[in-house]
């Protein structure tokens, strides 16, 4: 954990090829591809109180537009209150899930080197701890999976 003062005015990589996360987002990305996926994964510490961006690398395998891509990540996640698509051009901003349980995605396809980038911002005290804590359980009492989470969380 690192307090403001020593990310303010500055920027930084941290747990490069040793964060813990790392083998849990493999685990997971082997389960859905059912292939064994290896990561690169370097965190960044911001100078922000709220917010976590991520930008990944996905080496695609055939010819993709990003269109495509777009109307796949709107149909896998059409149903799930938390998470917003942006449309092509756009691409998400911390400030936009700051003190809220959303994480918004932004998908593009780079033609020059058949790579898929995605961006991702949430707010890391909400979605990224409390929010998602109340999300799941939620889910597992049977209650409305949004239940508690539709107001904006205000400190730090």
């Known amino acids: 954990m690192y307090s403001f003062c020593e990310v303010n005015e500055s920027f930084r990589a941290y747990g490069v ?14 389960a859905i591809t059912g292939k064994g996926i290896t990561v690169n994964f370097t965190p960044h510490l911001l100078p ?8 990944i690398y ?9 269109e ?32 809220t349980n959303f994480c918004d995605i932004g998908p593009k396809v780079n ?9 991702t911002v949430i707010d890391n005290l909400m979605k990224g701890a409390s929010g998602q ?3 799941n359980m939620n889910i597992m ?8 989470l539709g107001l904006l969380a205000s400190l730090p």
């Open 111 to 119: 033609q020059r080197t058949g790579t898929l980038v995605v961006v």
């Open 48 to 55: 922000v109180n709220r917010g976590l961006l991520t930008t």
């Open 17 to 30: 090829a040793t964060h813990r996360h790392t083998p849990e987002i493999e685990q997971e990305l082997s």
């Open 68 to 99: 495509d891509i777009l109307e796949h990540y709107k149909k896998t996640y059409r149903n799930e209150p938390f998470i917003r698509v942006y449309d092509e051009g756009q691409l998400p901003d911390i400030r936009n899930v700051r003190g």
């Open 133 to 135: 804590a109340v999300q």
């Open 58 to 66: 996905c080496p695609l395998t055939k010819k993709s537009e990003t």
């Open 141 to 148: 009492m049977g209650f409305e999976e949004t239940e508690g």
